[in-house]
């Protein structure tokens, strides 16, 4: 099994000239003088060190613009960045080659409940097979995304709700043990925030926010480029903003955004319509299937079953009015929808944007985009990836 490189950048400098890389693709000498602002004599010295950790390659010289021919520097070939995605019910992995295109991918069904062991024990499985059958040399970083509260700094989970025996379990301390590289772990919706940004429908975009409807509902605001935190790590755990007086929620408390909508919000909607005699389509989906998800509310929708079309609107109305309190608070240039609930498309999306173009100032909503992402299954490992990046080139 081949273990982690173990190099990282060492000054801000070589940060600098690594991510320029990683953005922006090779460049000449002439032109990391002039993004980095750096002396070519001190530029001299950083290439040696980042060459001889084999962060970086030399690649000939430039086509020559008119002027003398400038050496050429990427990104090393062998670095190879892991991204684990863990989801309620599912488990990611990607690997990506220096210039974050993944090399391979493979998703594996997986519930989080049963525990960090056995769920990390798969991720590592998951990791050794993907690193033998893409041949990989070394593994510079991996990044990863679970779902619930992370706390950054420490690379734990804190009191996630639903996940039993994962609150202040060293996730990354043992993954950083095991393949001996540098770990990043974040909560999972920043870090598809991140994928989207660098591989989907925000990319290049230096602020938007971020909304993952999935089992539960989460955001994440992305701002000058990178993900706002918050003071203990859960800025954007928007699924527990009240919306309501009823409903209970699974958090303890009562009327909470996720408890009215979201993956399991919608299942549970949909089969109290299915025993009440509401829906024939989605009683006979039932029968056939033995339990209902989103999935079977989009499909009655499609359909044209009003109570799946009734539970749609009025989830995507609760959902609509918490966006809208947000793009006032924060007036983000772009909205991004993801996550597996907003396969529903555009019934679903339609009314999120009536909500929040009705209910938003109208300075916030005037050129304010409210788009779905195109890249639901892969956003959290490429997120992952990226956020290794990140890691590596940063200075310790
Ligand atoms: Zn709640």
Known sequence: MPLGTGVSARTSHQAQILRLLRDVGACTHAQLVDFAEIGRARLAVELDELGAAGLISHGGKSRSRGGRPSPVVELGHDLRFVGVDLGATSVAVGIANSQLDLICFEEEPSDIREGPKKVLAQVHDLIAKLVATTAVAGISGIGVGIPGPVSYRDGVSVSPPLMPGWSQYPVRDQLAREFRCPVRVD??????????????VAKGMDDFLYVKIGTGIGSAMVMKGAVYHGAAGCAGDIGHIKVTDDVPCACGK?????????????ARGALAAAHAGQSPVLAERLATNREL???DVGIAAQQGDPVAVALIRSGGRDLGRVLAGLVNFMNPPLVVIAGGVSRLGHPLLAEIRQTIYSESLPLATSNLPIV???????AGVLGAVYSASELIFSTP
């Not at 909560?187 to 989907?200: F, K, S, T």
């Open 187 to 200: 909560n999972d919706v920043n870090v598809m925030a991140l994928g989207e940004r660098w591989g989907g």
């Open 254 to 266: 009562r009327g909470c955004l996720e408890a009215t909508f979201g993956g399991a919000a919608l």
């Open 372 to 378: 779905l992402s195109e890249i639901v299954e892969t």
């Open 293 to 295: 998800t989103a999935v």
